[in-house]
């Protein structure tokens, strides 16, 4: 890496890092059998970027990258050294797993500028889950609308439910969920308002696990709920 760091500065007079425009994260054994993945090989993308290499390319957020021009990826950190550190906008293979199959995408990687920098990683009522019947006993949550989507520094398009309350000792709070966090997807399901949270809730069963995609003024990552733990 030093090497290539150097050579950059003798050739160009600064340093250039390489972007695709994607939010990545360590898969764990759980996310991986949510996502219907034998093993925890790979990372997996949480977020993607608008207008960038990955999102032109056809890249999905709950992608699995494999492979990066043929090389195993077995982290997160792995994966953002080769990605900073190839040539731009020469084409690259990624090798994907996406509902249950594999397939290869390619795109060129593209200069990490400034901009793309800061573009990376109404009344409501609300529902109280109090019982011990499933994973996500023990918080209260509300719809979202502009005014909370400022004040939580996301995207006034976002849709899901916002955590309002939480109970003490609840497994949400032992698995790092705070309040304010707002939930938009559960089980691979859009979570857009209170009514699909309900209809949700309702299908939880006891004693299982439950797979959210949970957004945190701005930044997204998929965590799980064991309640049997």
């Known amino acids: 890496m030093v090497k290539g760091v150097i050579d950059q500065l003798i050739k ?34 949480t977020d993607i970027t608008r207008g960038g290499p990955a999102h032109n390319a056809g890249l999905m957020r709950g992608d699995v990258i494999l492979e990066f021009n043929d090389k195993v990826i077995k982290d997160a950190s792995l994966l953002r050294n080769m990605v900073a550190q190839s040539e731009i906008n020469k084409p690259i293979k990624l090798k994907i797993f996406r509902q249950g199959q594999e397939m290869t995408i390619t795109l060129a990687v593209k200069e990490l500028s400034s901009d ?13 889950f109090n019982s ?27 849709r899901g439910v916002v955590i309002v309350k939480m109970q003490p000792g609840s497994l949400a ?51 799980t709920l064991n309640h049997s733990r």
């Open 12 to 45: 160009k007079g600064k340093v250039v890092r390489g972007w695709i425009g994607v939010t990545i994260q360590e898969l764990t054994p759980e996310i991986a059998q949510k996502f219907g993945m034998k093993n925890a090989e790979g990372v997996l993308i």
């Open 132 to 158: 011990d019947s499933h994973a996500l006993s023990g918080i209260t949550v509300m719809d979202i609308n502009p005014a909370i989507s400022k004040q939580l520094g996301i995207q006034g398009d976002e």
């Open 173 to 223: 709070e032992e698995s790092g969920i705070r309040k304010g966090d707002v939930i938009q997807e559960m089980d691979r399901q859009k979570i857009n308002n209170l009514n699909d949270f309900n209809k949700a809730i309702s299908h939880l069963k006891s004693n299982s696990s439950v797979l959210l995609f949970i957004n945190r003024g701005g930044k997204k990552y998929y965590v």
């Open 116 to 128: 793309e920098v800061q573009m990376i990683p109404s009344s409501s009522s609300g529902e109280n």
